[in-house]
């Protein structure tokens, strides 16, 4: 069965550098939810999208922005990298009422 | 394969009885396992973690079980309130170079009055 996919899988930056996160949901599915996950810590949900429209919105710092694009990939953008935003980024995707599926995450370093 | 399974898919219960949600795993070499509680739309919150040597740990009303032979645990709920609506998930983390996650699809639980 298909699989949530993200790229890259991994991803080395310098500090303010900007780096883009790419998440390709399970088909049929219509929802997108975005994590991050430093070392040692759980997720914390940055922003989720429902039909290609944000519907809820977490800890997600004003340097990043993130979209659902009309094939239901979503795009997570993140600019002025600081060294604190070295850490797993999780996307996941759901159908409405349905199960949330994990994609095997992205993990991001900054130097 | 690594993979984990939940079952079941959803489960409606009425508030104050008991409930007990399982997972199965096939990740190989074992680092630990979660167990998470996620709110529609929200970010996870870690219930309890368990290693290889751990067979039971609580957490309040939350207990769960690691049989690391059979590669199963499961995550037993008591007295069932309102706010354990949600969705519970199972993640164990591999050993390997980069401690991947596999993730479990999780259990809806959907408490009723």
């Known amino acids: 069965a298909a699989g949530v996919i993200q790229s890259p899988r991994h991803l080395i930056k310098e500090k303010r550098e900007t780096a883009t996160l790419k998440c390709y949901p399970i088909p049929r599915h219509d929802t997108v939810y975005w994590y991050q996950q430093g070392p040692g810590q759980d997720p914390q949900f940055l922003i989720s999208?429902?039909?290609?429209?944000?519907?809820d919105k977490g800890s997600i710092p004003d340097r990043f922005s993130a979209q659902q694009f009309s094939d239901y990939h979503s795009e997570l953008n993140m600019s002025s990298l600081e060294l604190g935003d070295s850490a797993l980024y999780f996307c996941?995707?759901?159908?409405?009422?349905?199960?949330?599926?994990f994609g095997p995450g992205t993990r991001l370093t900054v130097t | 394969k690594n993979q984990v399974e939940q079952s079941p898919q959803s489960l409606i219960i009425l508030e104050g009885k008991n409930c007990t949600l399982q997972?199965?795993?096939?990740?190989?070499?074992?680092?630990?396992l979660r167990w998470y509680k996620q709110d529609t739309g929200r970010g996870p919150v870690s219930l309890t973690i368990?290693?290889?040597s751990e067979n039971t740990k609580s957490n309040g009303r939350y207990t769960a079980t690691l049989d690391a032979d059979t590669k199963q645990s499961s995550l037993h709920i008591t007295a069932s309130q309102l706010s354990d609506s949600a969705s519970y998930i199972c993640v164990v983390t591999r050993e390997d170079s980069n401690y991947q996650l596999i993730w479990g699809a999780g259990t809806k639980l959907i408490i009723k009055p």
């Open positions: 996941a995707s759901m159908r409405t009422f349905g199960e949330q599926y």
């Open positions: 368990m290693t290889f």
């Open positions: 999208f429902y039909e290609k429209m944000q519907s």
């Open positions: 997972c199965n795993y096939t990740v190989s070499p074992f680092s630990n």
